[in-house]
């Protein structure tokens, strides 16, 4: 068996110099600082995304390096691993298992760390040492357990597109409050079928994204002048609106119209909670109707980095298609 890991940067990558300062590693201190690896059962080769970068930095254009370099090495591996910073892990997580699309088959599993993997307290050896043994997992039918794009950290295996990083501090950095955890690893590394994404192999690659994507986050008191300037003064093609709850918007009386405005200008609108245990759907509060009326989408449970980046790719799609793309699941995103 042929595993990659393909390394793009974060605090996962970090090794300390003589004078303690933290520099990205490189393929000999990655063996160097898990010398475990060599114990696998499988031949891991090591491959980096040009040059390591803090994860803030990263964004479409990224993931479409990414994407790109686990479609080329397709054929050549069973299984992957991408090493990535916490801070936009989500993002990447969820770019990753829409543009690979199900045809991609194999599984793809990102981790990283808390603290560098130079440091001895560091949870980069278990959480990479465990996304490579996940890796390996055999189905029944002799290929790969897991075929999805998937986060693991701090012993949970989740489905890539439904997490956020939620902590800054703790081991435990990503939580998934709307589907249940894939797995988990204990004294036994238990992934729970049934929740695993079941590709559609005919289902493509997406390739073109539009990132003119903002979020506009309702606030109470918010003024329509602030709101009409993100939603028809910015330029953006799709907005995000972040909501209330389940689903709701505050019953301001410019709203409807605005939103009017906006939608006939040809501007994408969604919705999505700031509240991240919720499903957008549609609203049973008086203050939720407004969104539907005026031809916001609701989300159906889908968390805000997997809606922003979703949006992105709906964007390249013609107009009359856009909807229809919204609603459905692509990759296991949405109830
Ligand atoms: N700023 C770092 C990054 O996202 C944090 C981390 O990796 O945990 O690249």
């Known amino acids: 068996m042929k595993l990659l890991i393909l ?3 974060g605090t996962i990558g970090m090794v300390a110099q003589r004078d303690g300062s933290l520099v990205p590693f490189h393929a000999d201190a990655l063996r160097a600082n898990v010398p475990d690896l060599v114990r696998l059962k499988a031949e891991v080769e090591y491959r980096s995304l040009g040059q390591p970068k803090d994860s803030s930095d990263m964004g479409p254009e990224d993931w479409t390096a990414m994407a790109d370099a686990l479609w080329a090495a397709r054929e050549e591996f069973d299984g992957f691993v ?10 990447s997580a969820s770019a ?9 088959g194999k599984p793809v599993v990102l981790t990283g760390s808390q603290v560098p ?3 001895l307290r560091s949870d980069g050896r278990d959480n990479l040492l465990t996304s490579l043994e996940i890796v390996m997992l055999q189905g029944d039918h002799g290929g790969p357990l897991l075929r999805e794009v998937a986060v693991f950290f701090d012993n ?4 890539g597109n439904r997490v956020y990083k939620h902590s800054a501090r703790q081991f435990d950095a990503f939580h998934s409050p709307n589907y249940p955890e894939l797995g988990r690893s204990g004294v036994d590394l238990v992934l729970h079928r049934k929740r695993l994404w079941s590709p559609d192999l005919t289902q493509g690659r997406r390739t073109a994204l539009n990132p003119n994507v ?8 918010m003024t329509e002048a602030s709101l009409r300037a993100m939603l028809l003064g910015s330029g953006a093609e799709g907005v995000i609106l972040h909501t209330l709850g389940s689903g709701n918007a505050p019953s301001w009386p410019w709203l409807a119209g605005l939103l009017r405005e906006a939608h006939d200008a040809g501007v994408a609108l969604a919705h999505v909670s700031q509240c991240r245990a919720a499903s957008s759907g549609p609203s049973n ?4 109707k407004v969104l539907q009326a005026s031809g916001v989408w609701e989300s159906g449970g889908m968390i805000l980095e997997a809606a922003v980046v979703k949006m992105m790719l709906v964007l390249a799609l013609p107009t009359a298609k856009r909807a229809a793309a919204w609603t459905a699941s692509w990759s296991g995103e949405r109830d």
Do not use: E, K
Not at 96 to 104: E, K, P, Q, W, Y
Not at 214 to 220: K, N, Q
Not at 285 to 288: I, K, Q
């Open 285 to 288: 509060y008086a203050t939720g």
């Open 7 to 9: 390394y793009t940067g």
């Open 96 to 104: 990753l298992s829409f543009m690979l699309g199900g045809a991609f």
């Open 82 to 91: 991408v090493l990535h910073g916490t801070d936009t892990m989500a993002y």
């Open 214 to 221: 903002a979020v506009a986050t309702l606030s109470p008191g």
């Open 156 to 159: 949970r295996l989740f489905r």
């Open 117 to 119: 993997l130079g440091v």
